[in-house]
């Protein structure tokens, strides 16, 4: 499950229901907004799930009902997206959102993290996409020195993983691997949209993708071997 952050709205962070963490090996999050993706992607290979509702919006508190079936449905931890404010809840791990990427100073963000007993801290390296931020994320994990994971997360794909892992150093990554799937609706009104103008069709449902999460967890295995 995930937990909330800081003080301020934007702030964000995670609590487990789980434990976590990759002792050996490497250790693939997948983000979540439904009990088919969490499904897919612990039949993929995925070693922890982070639940969301809203992903279009960055990620939003799922509801309880959701959270129960989704922790009926799958054996690996669920780490539960808290956004809205609040104080942290211990003694559950927290990992501290991506609202990391808006701080002034990475490095003294993280020393703040740390003496808050953030356990993670997931980052795009204050860019666009992990690729982009590379050089920060290294940054960070080598100033962590083990104390806090530094968890690469933001535009992972089979393509560029690889490159991020190991021009990194990261043992733990996040993704959502997903893929647009054909919504079941039979009769569509094409003169009528149902809210604003969308960047992805109102016919078109995104679940996490067996295949998908099969794959990057390959890639990071032989790896962080």
């Known amino acids: ?46 070693g922890r799930i982070e639940l969301c509702s809203g992903l279009l919006e960055g990620g939003t508190t799922p509801s309880m009902g959701l959270l129960q079936i989704v922790k009926q449905s799958v054996q690996i931890p669920v780490f539960v997206m808290i956004r809205p404010r609040g104080a942290l809840c211990r003694p559950l791990p927290v990992t501290f959102h991506r609202a990391f990427d808006m701080v002034h100073d990475p490095m003294a963000a993280l020393e703040t993290l740390l003496t808050l007993g953030f356990e993670r801290v997931l980052t795009s390296g204050c860019d666009s996409s992990a690729l982009e931020g590379l050089p920060l994320i290294k940054r960070l994990i080598d100033e962590a020195k083990g104390r806090i994971v530094v968890m690469p997360g933001g535009g992972i794909t089979d393509r560029n993983l690889q490159r991020i892992l190991e021009g990194s150093g990261a043992t733990e ?29 109102e016919y078109s449902v995104k679940v996490t993708d067996v295949t998908k999460v099969r794959t990057l967890n390959a890639i990071a295995k032989n790896i962080l071997v």
């Open 1 to 46: 499950m995930k937990r909330q952050g800081l003080s301020s709205e934007r702030k964000l962070a995670r609590i487990s229901s789980g434990k976590a963490g990759a002792a050996n090996g490497s250790l693939m999050e997948v983000c979540v907004d439904s009990v088919e993706s969490a499904v897919n992607a612990e039949r993929g290979g995925a």
């Open 173 to 201: 990554f996040h993704c959502s691997a997903r893929s647009a799937r054909d919504s079941g609706m039979k009769f569509r009104n094409s003169s009528v949209a149902m809210g604003a103008s969308l960047s992805s069709s």
